[in-house]
């Protein structure tokens, strides 16, 4: 019985496996079984930081000046009271002051007054500015300038003919010119043949001020100017011995010679008239470097001409008015925008020529912080026993290659009377591995632009810019993996 009950399972197992299995024969289809899984190995991981994500090496800079501050603290404090009673100086590192004395006094900045202008222009202007000067007339069919030709000034200082670089009539000599012989060449690729009328300079962009008032003796056509919206060469033709009354006569009488060069026939003269241009087609154009490198010349070269332009075209972006009073109260709006303190200070030009200027330490510390150590503004500096107006100071000092700053010199004769002779250095020492000494130094004194008088005190101060970092720098407690 029990061997009985045991074969009727199986019995009814085996009835169930061919039912089943004649299924799968009618249906002609069985499941598929799925794909095997591939297992692929992920990457590996990147490296872990041998510091946590909010270890003191994420924070560097801060890191390293906190602890070097102190140190180099007490010997800012130092040296400070070396700059005597009608300076002064203010040094700061990552926007933290250091040390100062008379810090809030209005002084004579000279050319450290271009710091500012160009701080403002590259944010006014936009560091991708160019200017743009153009040619323009009408042109018949046979290739005849039926009037006159006019060369239409866009506010471009470093306008020059190609012979003017190399000439030695400028103690520097410009770094990114704006040909206007390749302007001359576009007006004969354009097709012109002849000029019947004038050659005319239009530089009604801005107004006819040529020269800044308030300058001292002897600055006026020497130092800086006669400068419009369209200025050439520094305002000289070649061949001529001074430099032109009018700038945009000039700069006539230069393009002049270079249609002819290029055999295009001139039957008129070459004379200047504001808004000639008015109504006429554009024949020829070309645009300056961009506003970066505008200000990167003015710096370096401490060019007064380019100075005073910028100041005029900040005016007219602002207000619509190229002057040099609209410019100076776009300055001081901006600057106000920006919190910098305005106390005493005075802009009665761009270059830093005029005797009105007044300027603070810390006025002009704010701009330096405000623009930054590794900002467009202090590329464009002079290094330090390199280039520019630096190429010869610091030579054989440390900060040689490190130290950017802009010079500043007034002398004011008589010595023995008001105003003062000027001596201003201000810029940055970048730190190795992220960070800056942000350092303004404007002396003021009857005969301080002696080098027997102002370079032991620069000498001080670059010994005390040279010590920080004392310990370890940011590029020590940097991350490492």
């Not at 190995?41 to 490296?47: A, E, I, L, M, S």
């Not at 004395?101 to 002084?107: D, G």
């Not at 300027?359 to 503004?377: E, H, K, N, P």
């Amino acid at each position: 019985m029990l061997g009985g009950v045991a074969v009727v399972p199986a019995i009814a197992l085996f009835a169930l496996f061919n039912w089943a299995d004649d299924r799968v024969a009618d249906d002609n289809a069985a499941a598929v079984p799925p794909p095997p899984t591939i297992v692929v190995d992920p990457p590996p991981p990147d490296p872990p930081l041998a510091e946590g994500l909010l270890r003191y090496r994420r924070l560097a800079a801060p890191v390293s000046r906190d602890l070097n501050l102190a140190q180099f603290a007490a010997q800012a404090a130092a040296f400070a009271p070396t700059v005597n009673d009608r300076s002064c100086v203010a040094i700061s590192v990552d926007g933290q002051p250091v040390a100062e004395r008379n810090a809030q006094s209005a002084v004579l900045p000279a050319s450290n007054q271009k710091l500012v202008v160009g701080a403002v222009a590259l944010d006014v202007l936009g560091d991708d500015f160019v200017y743009t000067t153009s040619v323009h007339g009408a042109v018949d069919d046979t290739g005849v300038v039926t009037g006159d030709l006019v060369l239409l000034g866009g506010g471009d200082p470093l306008l020059s003919s190609d012979w003017y670089p190399t000439s030695g009539l400028e103690r520097r000599p410009v770094l990114t010119p704006t040909s206007l012989d390749t302007l001359a060449d576009r007006v004969r690729d354009a097709g012109v043949t002849r000029v019947a009328g004038d050659v005319v300079g239009d530089g009604s962009r801005y107004d006819d001020e040529f020269f800044a008032p308030g300058w001292g003796a002897g600055v006026a056509g020497l130092e800086a100017g006669p400068y419009d919206a369209l200025l050439a060469n520094d305002a000289r033709a070649l061949g001529e011995d001074r430099r032109a009354d009018d700038p945009n006569s000039g700069a006539a009488r230069e393009f002049a010679r270079l249609l002819r060069d290029r055999g295009i026939v001139v039957d008129g003269a070459a004379t200047s008239e504001s808004g000639a241009s008015t109504g006429l087609d554009e024949i020829a154009a070309i645009d300056s470097v961009p506003m970066a490198d505008v200000v990167a010349e003015m710096l370096t070269n401490s060019d007064n001409n380019t100075a005073e332009l910028l100041v005029k075209e900040i005016g007219l972006a602002a207000s619509g008015d190229g002057t040099r009073e609209a410019g100076g109260a776009a300055i001081s709006a901006t600057l106000a925008g920006w919190g910098v303190p305005l106390d005493g200070v005075v802009f009665g030009d761009g270059s830093g020529l005029s005797l009105d200027n007044r300027l603070t330490c810390d006025a002009l510390l704010a701009v330096l912080q405000r623009s930054g150590g590794d900002g467009v503004l202090a590329a464009g500096l002079p290094v330090a026993g390199e280039t520019g107006s630096l190429s010869d100071v610091f030579v054989d000092h440390p900060v040689a290659g490190r130290l950017l700053g802009k010079t500043g010199t007034l002398n004011n004769p008589p010595f023995n009377a008001d105003p003062p002779a000027v001596k201003a250095l201000a810029g940055y020492v970048p730190v190795d591995g992220g960070g800056a000494v942000e350092y303004v130094l404007i002396l003021n004194g009857p005969t301080i632009s002696d080098q027997t008088e102002y370079r032991p005190v620069w000498t001080s101060l670059a010994d005390v810019l040279n010590s920080y970092p004392a310990g370890v720098s940011p590029a020590d407690v940097g991350i490492r993996r």
